[in-house]
């Protein structure tokens, strides 16, 4: 992912919530005072991190969520939404969703069971209680998990998304694993490697066969803003921050072991 990142210098933060400032020509359906929340633009020095920023797409703040919580959904969304889409699992069909500790794995868990769909999830103690309360049947990563995942199913895994960070990393508390090292555990477990998808290992899936989703796309932002309000849709907040703690905060991004969603709060 690293590659296609703009060049030098650029601003942190994909992702905002906030009101309205200023609309560009020809834009719609939205008005200035809105609570909003989106993807920022992150082609510029600005980016998110910053007092204003640029909006290419953007749903309204439904009732009962908080700003916090709205910039917290984006990325996670979009990604768990299309990842779900293009590995082409069906209401009724068993879905492993790997790294499930993760902010995409435990939004593909919400999505997938919301869409009717039967979810084993891998997950460290951190995040295991949660998913277990939404309805998945949540088992440990790590040695064994295989077995352990036929051990909860008499059929087999209808398909498997991988969740974990690229590089095999996971949430603090989880036991990491070899890059790439889940892949031929999910396709054993499957059956089939087209039955697989990663969101983020994309070196040991063109080896494998297993396919991939990288095509951002933000034409269900009013749907997640729809199941934001009801409660289906929430992210994780693992600590919000002050402008001035920036650096702080992207150095417990960079450690990889967040537990969740790191805000700014301006």
């Known amino acids: ?74 990325m996670a969304a979009e990604t768990a939404w299309r990842a779900l889409d293009d590995l082409g699992v069906q209401p009724g069909e068993l879905l492993l969703v790997h790294g499930a500790g993760t902010t995409v794995g435990e939004v593909a868990v919400r999505f997938a069971l919301h869409r009717g769909i039967r979810v084993i999830a891998t997950a460290g103690q951190t995040r295991a209680a949660a998913l277990k309360e939404i309805g998945a049947q949540v088992t440990a990563y790590g040695e064994g998990m295989a077995e352990r995942v036929s051990a909860l199913t008499p ?38 490697p087209d039955r697989v998808l990663t969101v983020s290992d994309f070196a040991a899936a063109a080896e494998l066969g297993v396919r991939t989703t990288t095509e951002i796309r933000y034409d269900q932002m009013n749907e997640f803003a729809r199941l934001a309000g009801e409660g289906t849709l929430v992210v994780p907040i693992a600590r919000t921050y002050t402008l001035d703690q920036i650096q702080e905060a992207a150095e ?10 790191l805000m700014l709060v301006l």
Request: charged share 20%; no cysteine; glycine share 18%.
């Open 155 to 192: 059929g087999p895994v209808d398909r498997a998304l991988d969740a974990t960070p690229a590089g095999g990393r996971v949430d603090r508390a989880d036991q990491p694993s070899p890059a790439g090292g889940s892949l031929p555990a999910l396709i054993g477990l499957t059956g089939d």
């Open 252 to 261: 417990l991004s960079q450690s990889r072991r967040p537990g969740g969603k």
């Open 1 to 74: 992912m690293g590659d296609h990142l703009p060049p030098l210098p650029r601003g942190l933060g994909l992702e905002v919530a906030g009101t309205v400032d200023a609309l560009g020509e020809g834009v719609d359906g939205v008005r200035i005072g809105d609570r909003v929340f989106g993807p920022a633009t992150f082609d510029g020095p600005t980016a998110g991190a910053a007092e204003y920023a640029l909006m290419p797409a953007w749903a309204r703040i439904p009732e009962g969520v908080t700003a916090e919580q709205a910039a917290a959904l984006p």
